[in-house]
């Protein structure tokens, strides 16, 4: 009993710090990436403002972006880590290369879930003198807003699987106590309950994802 406390105690404050660290990285992520996924749908040939030389760019950023390993992407940006939050080793200044990461993901997925719009509701918008602003923010999104939800949803996962690989580096979290304890003491306990609490965030934040999706989908 009292190991099973102690073990419990020891991953209170990792958990803490990856919830922490998911939570503002899935922020600035979507602040960064909602933006790029909904010029890349307005851009492309056939879009509400059709520019091939934007849609080339972007798209090409996306996937060069998308193509580096995390932890090549969290040590080539340690020195804006350290220039944004004066450090690069910490829960906190592992949130930059995490949103930094998780953002063209976040685009994708934006695009993806735009994509999926009827275009007869846009052509009618169109039709109707309606601009291209008021198309994205009224027609589209609203629409998406399901496939919007499931791919946040995708995005926070995602960025769980990014935190614990930040852990090999420094970043704190359950990656950190798990590569600390699990494979460099050897306590093979420490690293099974480390990956347990993981699954069990993943898990609970896909049942939340889902069942707000299918609500928003019903009430819409």
């Known amino acids: 009993m009292d190991k099973l406390v ?42 509400l403002v059709e520019n091939e030389a934007i849609y080339r760019i972007l798209d090409g950023i996306v996937n060069v972006c998308r193509s580096f390993p995390f932890i090549i992407l969290m040590i080539v940006l340690f020195p804006f ?13 592992s949130i930059v290369p995490l949103s930094i990461g998780a953002a063209p993901f976040v685009g994708r997925v934006v695009e993806s879930a735009l994509k999926e719009v009827e275009k007869g509701l846009i052509e009618a918008a169109v039709s ?39 852990g090999a580096i420094g970043g704190g979290g359950l990656g950190d106590l798990a590569i600390r304890y699990g494979f460099h003491r ?15 965030l993943v898990q609970v934040i896909q049942v939340i994802g889902n069942k707000t999706a299918l609500y928003v989908a019903r009430n819409r």
Do not use: C
């Open 6 to 47: 102690a073990l419990i105690n020891l991953l209170a404050a990792p958990t803490l710090e990856t919830v922490y660290m998911v939570m503002f990285s899935t922020l600035f992520a979507t602040l960064l990436g909602f933006p790029i996924g909904i010029a890349l749908v307005v851009t492309e040939k056939g879009g």
């Open 81 to 93: 880590s350290r220039l944004i939050v004066g450090t690069t080793i910490g829960t906190t200044a």
């Open 128 to 166: 109707m003198g309606t601009n291209p602003k008021d198309i994205i923010l009224k027609v589209m999104i609203p629409e998406a807003l399901p496939s919007l939800i499931l791919g946040e949803t995708l995005t926070v996962i995602n960025i769980i699987g990014y935190s614990a690989m930040a």
């Open 186 to 200: 050897f306590q093979t306990d420490v690293l099974i309950a480390a990956v347990i609490v993981i699954i069990v």
